[in-house]
C-alpha cells in the first residue's frame, strides 16, 4: 500500500458505541486526539476539493469530440490515477479499480461500468454521462461525484455508494430514478432501496484523492475489500466479525500496518501466513 499522508493510523470517533465496543478502552486517548483532526480535515478537504473542482470545471467545459473505447484499471496496492476522456470529463480511480465503456465513448455516447471506486469530473455532452455500478445507475450532465461498488454482507446486498461534490445527479435502479444533490449521499441497491447518509460522508467520499481512507459506521467486509484493493493483500476475517461495524481513519505508512489497526479497533488479532492475513477474534 503506498504511503498516505501520515505515518499513524488514527481512529474516528464517530463510531459511538459500536466502535468503542471493539476498540477497547485502550483507544480512548486516540480518539480524543483525532477528533480535532477528523473535525478540521474535513473541511479542509471539502474547501480544496471545491477549488480544485471549480478551477478543472472551467477547462471540462470545453468537451472534446472525438470517441474511443474506455479500458482503464488500475492495479490493487497502486495509487490513485488520473484519466482523462475523450469527451473533456475526468476519472480518478481507486487502487483495484476498473472503468469500461459501453462501446465507444465520446460526446454522444456516454456509458461507464464501473468495478472498485472512481471520482467523476464530468464535461458536458450531448448524452448523458451515466455510470453503472452494483446494478445501480447514476446518471449525470455535468457535475462532479464519487461512485463506490460495496459488496453484498451477512445483511445486506451488493450496493453502491453515491456522493455529489458540485451539482446533481439522478440515481436509481432500472427506471425508479430521482434527483441526488450536491453536498447529499445516498446507498443504493439493485431493488432501489436507499439508505441517505449524512455530510460527512460526502466529505469522506473524496478523502482517498489525498491519500486517506475514512470509514464511518461501514460493515466488516466492505471495510476489508477496500482495503485489500488499496494494499493488495488477501485479508479474511472470522466469521464472527463480519457482523461489526466500523469508523475509523487510516492514514497507514504500511499496509500491514493498516490490517493491524483495523484488527486493533475490532478487538481481534491479526496472523499472516504465507503472504494471507488473517483476522482473528481474541
Do not use: C, Y
Amino acid at each position: 500500500m503506498p504511503p498516505l499522508q501520515s505515518p499513524r493510523h488514527r481512529t474516528d470517533p464517530v463510531a459511538g458505541a459500536s466502535a468503542a465496543q471493539s476498540g477497547g478502552g485502550a483507544l480512548a486517548a486516540e480518539r480524543r486526539s483525532v477528533r480535532g483532526w477528523l473535525a478540521g480535515g474535513a473541511v479542509l478537504l471539502a474547501v480544496v476539493g471545491g477549488l480544485v473542482w471549480s478551477k478543472e470545471r472551467e477547462h471540462l467545459s470545453r468537451p472534446a469530440s472525438t470517441t474511443a473505447p474506455v479500458q482503464l484499471q488500475v492495479a490493487a496496492g497502486g495509487r490513485p490515477q488520473t484519466f482523462p476522456l475523450a469527451d473533456g470529463s475526468e476519472v480518478t480511480l481507486a487502487p483495484g479499480s476498473r472503468l469500461r465503456s459501453r462501446g465507444d465513448f465520446g460526446v454522444a455516447a456516454r456509458t461507464l461500468d464501473l468495478e472498485g471506486e472512481a471520482l467523476f469530473n464530468v464535461a458536458a455532452g450531448a448524452a448523458p454521462f451515466v455510470v453503472l455500478a452494483a446494478g445501480v445507475r447514476v446518471e449525470d450532465v455535468s457535475t462532479a461525484f464519487v461512485v463506490r461498488a460495496l459488496p453484498a454482507t451477512p445483511d445486506a446486498p451488493a450496493r453502491a455508494l453515491v456522493a455529489v461534490t458540485d451539482g446533481e445527479v439522478r440515481v436509481g435502479a432500472g427506471e425508479d430514478a430521482h434527483l441526488l444533490l450536491e453536498g447529499h449521499a445516498v446507498l443504493v441497491d439493485s431493488a432501489g432501496a436507499e439508505t441517505a447518509l449524512g455530510a460527512d460522508v460526502v466529505r469522506g467520499s473524496v478523502a482517498w484523492t489525498s491519500g486517506a481512507l475514512l470509514f464511518t459506521d461501514e460493515p466488516v467486509p466492505s471495510v476489508v475489500e477496500r482495503l485489500q484493493r488499496w494494499t493488495g493483500l488477501t485479508i479474511a476475517v472470522d466469521t464472527a466479525l463480519l457482523t461489526h461495524r466500523l469508523s475509523l481513519a487510516l492514514e497507514a505508512e504500511s499496509a500491514e500496518q493498516a490490517v493491524q489497526h483495523v484488527a486493533q479497533v475490532l478487538g481481534a488479532r491479526a496472523t499472516v501466513d504465507a503472504g494471507r492475513w488473517t483476522i482473528r477474534a481474541k
